[in-house]
């Protein structure tokens, strides 16, 4: 199988076939690409284990500031001998004119038995025609040599010279081919591009995850032909607890499950003959003075049952399929099983035949519709249904039953006292809990961290 | 929901010949949810309602009908007898005006059943006691105290010997240093006076409802029992006496009566109450074609008695079934009674038809909308605190909303915006790539008279090149896509954004919200590192045409 290339990467390895160990900049001379095509086709073949890319260090040689000083007017010592060529000089005008490269020249004079002093005058004694440095000052002169190829003595020499040698130790990258890479045959084939190489990631803009679970929930109940309603988040106690038969000194009522609005109190909230009736039905059945005062504390709701319950006493209708969805509070520490604040479906079927059974239909057809078909019906307790179950749903993934949806029928103590005739189904329950099971979660917490990681990643369609 | 520890061994001494696994799968068909098991134990779940189950001697009554090993109504066998008097003091009826009891005797006392009526007790003045204030439970050595009783009023410097206590103790001093004292003292307000009960002796029986004598406590060499309930409802107090009673019969002690007198006081009768239903209305409500003898026997099951009467079905039901209160409780026995496992889901289709509301679907066009543009959709709490919504942002907290008590910090302020929210999600993101685009369709709070609730629309874009022109392009084209709507914008400041980089949004010359840069300083907070812009717009009626 002939591998298709990059053009980028048929150049380079074309040059690397005819020359190994190439730098990039040679890459670059010998392929006539960028320095940026050359780096990037490095990486590729790298990727593909084609290229290998040798770093090794080398040291080069040049003259320092004073090095090149002496190249331009030659060494003191040298400027010190010309100076004296044709007749003694007093010390003091010598100094003049070599300023501060007298003093090093004149001590190496003097060590040499280059010059004589007398009184003070200075005179040549002998002069070398070559002096020891000047061979190798000129043989290095403007370029970067390395050191291997200058007279070691010599060099020595000027080295312990101040600044007139430097050393730079410079990086080298020779890139060459691997074995297999020698071997490829590069084809022709004319606009054939690399289908196997990996590409950049787009991060999708979606619906979120849990928006998908309540619109998936909200379409399967109007095709079971329920109508959706909305209602308000802030309810005032009497619809949300008193209207449903719940004694206004129920543990549920307190402030440590219920959030209370802090100093709001509900207007207006019901008819003077609604708050008479439902009032009159807690002091006879509960047996206490019960307080309009409760009644109006603001709470956030704790179920969405109390949107329904104020839908049905103000439409009575003898026939309606009803279902509202939207979030619910409760006071709870927050942790991976709980949230103070979720989503909750709570729907109700209201006929003059609505019976149990059908209540268990509705909800096994729920269960099939999104995937659940092990599921069993067990009696509970709600204060406001009777009678009441719940449904269990058996979840592989955990290997156990988990409980969800509760459902019942409005008791005669709630539906009475509002004129609501008819029999009312009624179920509901959380959204995340089934959420969860879509997607495999075990933090329910991950629904609202807007975690960028897991929303740009988990499926949308499971 | 409270738990009640069981041993399967016990409970098949307490309701005959059963197996285990026909205990353990019978239990979620009695409303009773198992919790975990462990070899021998068993802990439950049950239902408020039905404070019998707080011990296994209830919950073997329960089983035995429904296994059909024991049907019908337990009946009390109560000793009628005077020798047990007590009195009551007229003082009392300001402070917990109704006293209660019932003697038990020949009972052998172990320490499991010790337990059991502990969990019990507790129990009770948690559920229908409402934490002892509407009635509290006492249960004594009836060997230890010397009839007849009196029920009476005492002052705060009294002294006794209280329960794990060696010396006598005062009153206010049992109110001030002692856990029970603290926890149940506010029940009994701020009168002077307490409530105290003694015997012939002057011997202190019990401080109700906060703690009893430690000379009558019981131990497994107690043979005989006086359990006293008091309360501020006599219905209420004889209602958690009938259940204990029932318990102790169960438990094999023989009943007898106390003697009550005075102050609207008296003796308890723990009656049946009697309570006719129609075979109509059981079958209609569970949708099944059940005979009369048939739900006579179910009912029995569900340990009620019925018999039929023409047309109606007479049941008698026993003093602590206090939860059924009509009919439609009779449906709900007979259910349990029948099998809730017998009773087949049936589908019937719809005589309605169904519909999304319109402003649901208006509000996931906008999100639509929001998609194709290149904006993920984020989901913020509506509860939050006041760090998000107004200090990280410089936002003005004039009109807060906060909940009282809130268990989670985070959670204590209804949201009046959206956009903090979605600037705090950019915070926990800062080592994903960008650009980052998110938008919030949600409802927020305001409080005016009362609190008002709309829907407000929200987006923001963070990466190196994000600007004003940027962002006003996102939501003039999605306004304009979604509605059909224009808007303008004219040049405001606002403490979330950079002066000379924002402004109000207008529609028809009304302003509808705010979009900008966001202030490179709260940026900042966010230790977010490219620039922000957003905006936020109120959703009306002006916009949405369902509203």
């Known amino acids: ?462 | 929901m409270p738990v009640v520890e069981l041993s399967y061994t016990r409970l098949q001494k307490l309701i005959g010949k059963v197996s285990k696994k026909q205990i353990s799968d019978s239990l979620p068909f009695l409303g009773l949810d198992i919790e975990s098991e462990n070899k021998d134990l068993v802990r439950v779940e049950y239902s408020p309602n039905r404070p019998d189950y707080s011990t296994d001697f209830g919950i073997a009554l329960g089983l035995q009908g429904l296994l059909g090993i024991k049907t019908g109504a337990i009946k009390l066998a109560i000793k009628r007898s005077k020798k047990y008097p007590i009195s009551v003091n007229s003082s009392v009826s300001k402070i917990r005006p109704f006293v209660t009891g019932i003697i038990a005797k020949n009972g052998k006392i172990d320490d499991s059943m010790i337990k059991q009526f502990m969990t019990m007790q507790e129990d009770l003045h948690f559920g229908i006691g409402r934490k002892r204030k509407k009635s509290s439970i006492g249960i004594h050595d009836l060997d230890k105290i010397s009839f007849p009783l009196l029920y009476t009023t005492t002052n705060k410097n009294y002294e006794f010997i209280p329960l794990n206590s060696e010396k006598p103790i005062s009153i206010s001093e049992i109110m001030t240093n002692t856990d029970l004292g603290k926890e149940y003292g506010s029940i009994l307000g701020h009168s002077s006076m307490v409530p105290i009960i003694l015997d012939s002796n002057q011997q202190t029986v019990s401080f109700p409802p906060i703690i009893n004598a430690a000379v009558t406590t019981v131990t497994s060499k107690t043979k005989n029992l006086f359990v006293e309930v008091t309360g501020i409802n006599k219905e209420d107090a004889e209602d958690m006496l009938s259940v204990v009673a029932t318990i102790l019969q169960k438990a094999g002690f023989v009943l007898e009566s106390v003697h009550i007198t005075g102050s609207k006081n008296s003796t308890p009768k723990l009656e049946q109450k009697k309570i006719s239903v129609t075979s109509k209305l059981i079958n209609q409500t569970l949708g099944l074609n059940l005979k009369t003898s048939k739900i006579i026997s179910s009912l029995k099951k569900s340990r009620l008695d019925a018999s039929s009467k023409g047309k109606q079905i007479l049941c008698t039901i026993p003093a602590y079934r206090f939860d059924i209160f009509g009919p439609m409780d009779l449906v709900e026995e007979t259910a349990l009674g029948y099998g809730i496992q017998n009773l087949e889901p049936m589908l019937t289709p719809s005589q309605t038809i169904g519909q999304i509301n319109p402003i649901s679907l208006e509000l996931k066009s906008l999100s639509q909308i929001m998609i194709g543009i290149g904006f993920l959709e984020a989901l913020n709490s509506s509860l939050t605190s006041k760090r998000v919504l107004y200090e990280m942002t410089n936002r003005n907290s004039e009109k807060i909303i906060s909940v009282l008590d809130s268990k989670s910090q985070e959670h204590t302020i209804l949201r009046d915006s959206i956009l903090p929210g979605l600037l705090e999600n950019l915070s926990k993101n800062i080592h994903e790539s960008y650009p980052q685009k998110t938008f919030e369709i949600g409802t927020v709070f305001t409080l005016n008279d009362s609190v008002s609730e709309k829907t407000n629309f929200s987006g923001i874009s963070a990466h190196q090149d994000a600007n004003f022109t940027e962002i006003k392009s996102v939501l003039q084209s999605a306004l304009k896509t979604g509605f059909g709507l224009q808007i303008d914008t004219k040049t405001t400041t606002h403490p979330s954004f950079e002066d000379g980089r924002c402004a109000t949004i207008l529609q028809n010359g009304k302003p509808i919200g705010i979009i900008g840069e966001i202030d490179s300083k709260i940026i900042e907070n966010y230790k977010v590192r490219v620039p922000v812009v957003g905006f936020e717009i109120s959703l009306s009626e002006s916009i949405l045409k369902s509203i």
């Open chain 1, 1 to 462: 199988m002939s591998q298709v290339f990059h053009e980028i990467e048929k150049k380079i390895i074309s040059s690397l076939k005819n020359k190994p160990n190439q730098t990039s900049e040679s890459l670059e001379k010998s392929t006539k690409l960028s320095s940026d095509q050359i780096r990037r086709g490095i990486e590729w073949l790298k990727l593909k284990n084609l290229a290998i890319v040798k770093e090794s260090t080398t040291s080069v040689i040049c003259l320092g500031k004073n090095g090149l000083e002496s190249l331009e007017k030659e060494l003191p010592e040298r400027r010190l001998l010309n100076l004296l060529k044709n007749k003694p000089k007093k010390l003091s005008d010598l100094q003049k004119e070599l300023g501060f490269v007298f003093g090093p020249a004149m001590g190496l004079a003097r060590k040499n038995n280059w010059v004589e002093i007398s009184s003070d005058k200075i005179s040549l004694k002998n002069s070398p025609s070559s002096l020891p440095g000047e061979k190798t000052l000129k043989f290095i002169g403007n370029n970067k040599l390395s050191a291997d190829k200058i007279d070691q003595n010599d060099l020595s020499l000027l080295l312990k010279r101040p600044d007139f040698i430097t050393e730079e130790i410079t990086k080298i990258k020779e890139i060459s081919l691997t074995e297999s890479a020698k071997s490829t045959v590069l084809s022709d084939s004319s606009g054939a591009i690399d289908v196997e190489a990996k590409v950049p990631e787009i991060f999708v803009a979606r619906t979120h995850p849990l928006k998908d679970t309540l619109d998936e929930i909200r379409e399967i109940f109007v095709t079971l032909g329920f109508s959706e309603i909305i209602g308000n988040m802030t309810q005032s106690s009497f619809w949300n607890f008193d209207a449903l038969f719940t004694p206004q000194d129920h543990p549920a009522r307190e402030l440590q499950d219920t959030f209370y609005l802090d100093a709001i109190k509900s207007k207006k909230f019901a008819s003077s003959e609604q708050i008479r009736t439902v009032s009159e039905s807690h002091k006879k059945n509960w047996r206490y003075n019960w307080d309009i005062n409760e009644a109006k504390k603001t709470v956030l709701r704790t179920h969405t049952t109390c949107v329904t319950i104020k839908h049905l006493a103000e439409k009575k209708p003898d026939e309606a399929r009803i279902f509202s969805l939207g979030r619910v509070f409760r006071n709870e520490k927050v942790s991976y099983k709980h949230l103070v604040e979720f989503n909750q479906i709570e729907g109700i079927v209201v006929g003059k035949d609505a019976n149990l059974r059908n209540l268990m239909g509705i909800q096994r057809e729920f269960y099939k519709r999104i995937g659940i078909t092990k599921i069993k019906f067990w009696p509970t307790f709600f204060p406001y249904t009777e009678p009441s179950l719940q449904t269990m749903v058996y979840n592989e993934r955990l290997g156990k039953w988990i409980e969800l949806f509760g459902m019942g029928i409005f008791r005669p103590e709630v539906t009475k006292p509002l004129g609501i005739t008819k029999p009312v189904l009624a179920w509901g329950g959380g959204i995340e809990r089934i959420a969860m099971l879509k997607y495999g979660l075990d933090d329910v917490r991950e629904f609202y961290n807007n975690n960028l990681n897991w929303l740009r990643s988990v499926s949308k369609c499971q």
